[in-house]
């Protein structure tokens, strides 16, 4: 019971602080990393352990799927060689350098040193993302990011699954490599054939709550079988989630895509919170049993480790993207980047939830566990604390020319899906047809000015007003006894899609 009241009140504290993080630009897992450290040392803090194959199902499958389900596979083939070089390139430099520097200082095994280069090696961007949406910057750029965050962790969880399997058997680390060759693309395919299975299963499940559960259990079905089949989990969720993400949203009805997103949004938000608060309890747990000297040594070695992580990304970075830029230049082709850009990209190497669960899931006997756990909780908190406080600011000075390619292929598509509308009453002349084609016609010149119809509209903005009438009327029935709640949440759904129908999308976005 501790343990579920404890994470009530983290969850509360989450809540509150997220009203922070919108208001003052902070990205929310700066704030979830201090809250976890603040509540997990509070007197009467709960003993937990999590068994470490369930928190690399429980944090890193939902994860994944919600980064994959974001990132088509054009944009991989788009951004290739910037992704490589960012997801691979930098996760193996950081990987080497981190186990390097785990050994010289610590003299951990080898394999125990790569594991935790691996752990601390992946940025995640969810925290970059949440500034990055907010600020006028090229749209590449945060297709790269995004592109990074997914691929990095696959690359760093394979490391990771190799280093742990050599460091407590006695097979060679050889041994790992055909294994290797036969997960990564064995992954893939079960990824793929789960993701093709759960959109045929789909159109059975359309409108009804077990399409959205089916999601969840269709996401962990893929993780744990793929695992016992000893193919990557890792790889397998992830081409599952490009799959769904390509075929199951054109047969989704718009009421249950709401619900299925709201859900995940939830989801992912909430797993965050619980993995902050008991990497906390961990570290809480481990710096117990240290003596102060002990404790001194460690996070001298997990400041050092810090540092090696951000030293590397940045230093990687701006060698690749100056390199490249130069080298286009001198081939005459033109290139998005500049010193501002590769200052921007290096500095968004937070690390996040994909580093917790990892390091969650060393078992028990790991070799120097306790160390590890550490450096990559302290990793994780001085990432998100000194780059995430300092990355709106940073957006700031260096002061990118806005983007407006977005608004304006938004704008272009918008025109042409209006132009499909008119163009499907075009062997019609009734009034109904008249009317909805005098309303296109008007939507249509607000479109080609640049604003949305919702915006400029007075019919909308009638409607909108209308709508708040009847809301008014609607609760005042219920206040006065005159309907029962079951028609008034009934007829309250009714108003909230058509004033959802009636409303700009900007002003339905979260600020």
């Known amino acids: ?112 040193a790569i594991a935790l280069g691996a752990i601390v090696a992946p940025p995640d961007a969810a925290a970059a993302a949440a500034m990055l949406a907010r600020a006028e910057i090229p749209r590449r750029m945060v297709s790269v990011l995004k592109g990074e965050s997914l691929l990095n962790d696959g690359v760093a969880l394979l490391i990771f699954a190799a280093a742990v399997n050599i460091a407590i058997s006695d097979k060679p680390a050889t041994h790992a490599i055909p294994e290797l060759a036969f997960a990564v693309p064995g992954g893939i395919l079960l990824g793929i054939a789960f993701g093709a299975t759960l959109a045929w299963m789909m159109r059975w499940m359309s409108g009804t709550l077990s399409s959205t559960l089916m999601t969840f259990v269709a996401t962990f079905g893929a993780w744990i079988l793929a695992e016992q089949l000893h193919l990557s989990a890792i790889l397998c969720v992830v081409a599952h989630g490009m799959t769904v993400a390509h075929i199951v949203p054109t047969r989704t009805p718009p009421r249950e895509r709401v619900h299925t997103y709201a859900v995940w949004e939830a989801v992912v938000f909430l797993l965050n919170v619980l993995a902050f608060f008991l990497m906390g309890l ?134 042409l899906l209006l132009d499909a509308a008119l163009n499907s009453m075009a062997d019609r002349d009734d009034a109904v047809a008249t009317r909805l084609r005098e309303t296109y016609e008007e939507e249509r010149k607000i479109a080609e000015a640049g604003n949305h119809p919702r915006d400029v509209s007075e019919f909308d903005a009638v409607r909108r007003h209308n709508i708040a009438a009847k809301r008014n009327k609607l609760a005042e029935l219920r206040s006065e006894g005159a309907i029962d709640d079951d028609v008034f949440h009934a007829l309250e759904q009714e108003l909230d899609w058509a004033e959802l129908a009636v409303t700009a999308p900007q002003e339905l976005v979260e600020s």
């Open 1 to 112: 019971m501790a343990f579920f009241e404890t994470l009530l009140v983290l969850l509360f504290v989450a809540i509150l602080l997220l009203q922070v993080t919108r208001r003052f630009a902070v990205p929310y897992p700066t704030m979830l990393a201090v809250a976890g450290v603040v509540i997990a040392l509070l007197p009467g803090a709960p003993h937990l352990v999590i068994e470490p194959e369930l928190a690399l199902a429980l944090f890193i499958a939902p994860a994944l799927l919600d980064s994959a389900f974001d990132l088509p596979p054009r944009e991989l083939r788009r951004n290739w060689r910037p992704l490589v070089a960012l997801a691979g390139v930098a996760v193996i430099l950081t990987t080497a350098a981190v186990a390097w520097t785990a050994v010289a200082l610590q003299g951990l095994p080898l394999a125990a």
């Open 282 to 415: 961990q570290a809480s747990e481990i710096l117990s049993r240290l003596n102060p000297a002990e404790i001194w040594e460690a996070c001298g070695f997990a400041a050092i480790v810090f540092g090696v992580v951000v030293v590397v990304r940045f230093a990687w970075v701006m060698l690749y993207m100056r390199t490249s830029a130069f080298v286009k230049a001198k081939r005459g082709k033109p290139t998005f980047s500049s010193n501002a850009h590769a200052v921007l990209v290096s500095w968004c190497g937070m690390r996040g939830l994909v580093t917790l669960a990892t390091a969650m899931s060393l078992p028990g006997t790991f070799p120097e566990r306790d160390l590890i756990v550490l450096s990559a909780f302290a990793v994780v908190l001085g990432t998100l604390v000194v780059q995430g406080l300092t990355l709106r600011p940073l957006i700031r000075y260096l002061s990118f020319p806005p983007d407006r390619s977005f608004a304006k292929e938004v704008a272009a598509a918008r025109l």
